[in-house]
């Protein structure tokens, strides 16, 4: 199984193909568009691996945005004690939802590609999805 190391929003990601992952809000997408990431870091499978110095050049992971959305809130609650002082702040985090079609070594060559999917209807199916892969 191959397999490919991803970096984005300044976070790095080990991905495989067909796998779905929710990663910072993308900018400028649009929910089932194709989506190219070129910072690959490393790629390989069980018996060989290619590192790059930081990144390979001419490698690439193609994977279609499921959707943009926003996490659950997180409160933010500050007391300080016997002085009345209270402050309450929430905070929801943007995010996309991506699933990794294909992986492409630097010369170009398919190393590893999804199985083809019924398109999901609904965003319950893809969550369900998500759930029976963790």
Avoid: C, W
């Amino acid at each position: 199984m191959s397999y490919a190391v991803i970096q984005t929003g300044g976070k790095q990601y080990k991905v495989k193909a067909g796998e779905i992952l929710k990663v910072e809000k993308l900018q400028e997408s649009k929910p089932s568009s194709t989506v190219d990431f070129k910072e690959i870091l490393a790629y390989g499978d069980d018996k060989n691996i290619e590192i790059g110095s930081p990144i390979i050049k001419g490698a690439k992971v193609e994977a279609n945005l499921i959707k943009n959305s926003k996490n659950r809130t997180v409160l933010i609650f500050k007391k300080r004690r016997r002085k009345n002082s209270r402050r309450k702040n929430g905070h929801r985090q943007q995010y996309s939802l991506i699933r990794i079609n294909k992986i492409f070594s630097k010369d170009g060559k398919l190393l590893s590609e999804a199985e083809k999917l019924n398109k999901p209807t609904k965003i319950k199916e893809v969550k369900k999805e998500i759930q029976e892969k963790k």
